[in-house]
């Protein structure tokens, strides 16, 4: 009986006291027991992966996201992008850790106590729309003109209104988004502007800051959110690992 070829999935760089909580999982069907391979004072969160297993299941993504996440919630934690494979653990200490120590290491001091959220906020749609017209008399008389009209006999007004309506929201949303950052200044956060992935998002902003300011920084966006109550759906999340900063791609090997 032959026994299956194995390969080391790579989550991310940490300090090298880092431990692994006791019967952490990974990637893999059944998940990969989860360790560290180190090097200096640094360390590779890793498991091993049947080598002709294909990875991109959701199980997978979620599996990555959960450890790289837990991690950055105790400690910096340096994300490697999802699909990370390397040969053997030789090649993590000398081709990863090795190669890249110095770089490592001064990323992993800059993330000590950071750790990433995203701010999230959308807005309701009855609001904004009724925003917009009271502000734009040209966009009012549109939809005052295709009220209760057939969409064929108006539909040169309902293009027009509706790129009235998308710029309108674009100008919206980067005052809103102004607004969030600037309400979170005195975080002193590393700030990376998202693109929208909804017509209707008005903030999507991932910033780094420190751990032991959470609640405050919750505190902050619960003070906002009931200042556009009605207006603007606010979420938090995190902390979580910081994608938006740092994520490293692994070498070949």
């Known amino acids: 009986m032959t026994t299956a070829a194995t390969s080391v999935y790579v989550y991310g760089i940490v300090p090298a006291d880092v431990e692994p909580e006791p019967h952490a999982s990974g990637v893999g ?3 990969g027991e989860v360790s560290v391979i180190r090097h200096g004072e640094i360390a590779a969160l890793v498991s091993m992966l049947e080598s002709d297993r294909p990875l991109g299941t959701p199980d997978d993504l979620t599996a990555h996201a959960e450890l790289l996440d837990g991690s950055a919630a105790v400690a910096p934690v340096l994300p ?17 850790l090795g190669a890249n120590e110095d770089e490592f290491r001064s990323a992993l001091e800059q993330l000590e106590g950071r750790a990433q959220f995203v701010v999230r906020g959308r807005y309701v749609e009855n609001t904004i729309l009724r925003e917009l017209l009271d502000e734009n008399a ?10 209760d009209k057939p969409e064929d006999a108006t539909r040169n007004e309902r ?37 929208p992935t909804h017509e209707e998002e008005a903030v999507h902003i991932a910033v780094l800051v420190e751990l032991d300011r959470q609640k405050d920084l919750e505190e902050t966006l619960r003070r906002l959110g009931e200042d556009w109550d009605g207006r603007v759906e606010l979420n938090l999340l995190g902390p979580m690992a910081a994608y938006d900063f740092v994520m490293k791609r692994a070498p070949e090997g």
């Not at 509706?162 to 980067?174: D, T, V």
């Open 138 to 147: 040209e966009a009012a008389r549109l939809a005052g003109e295709i009220r």
């Open 29 to 31: 069907d059944p998940p």
């Open 159 to 195: 293009i027009a209104l509706g790129e009235m309506i998308n710029q309108a929201i674009e100008s919206k949303r980067a005052e809103d988004t102004r607004k969030v950052v600037a309400e979170l200044e005195e975080f002193e956060p590393l700030v990376n502007q998202r693109e």
């Open 80 to 96: 490697l992008r999802f699909g990370a494979v390397m040969t053997d653990t030789e090649a993590v200490e000398n081709e990863l």
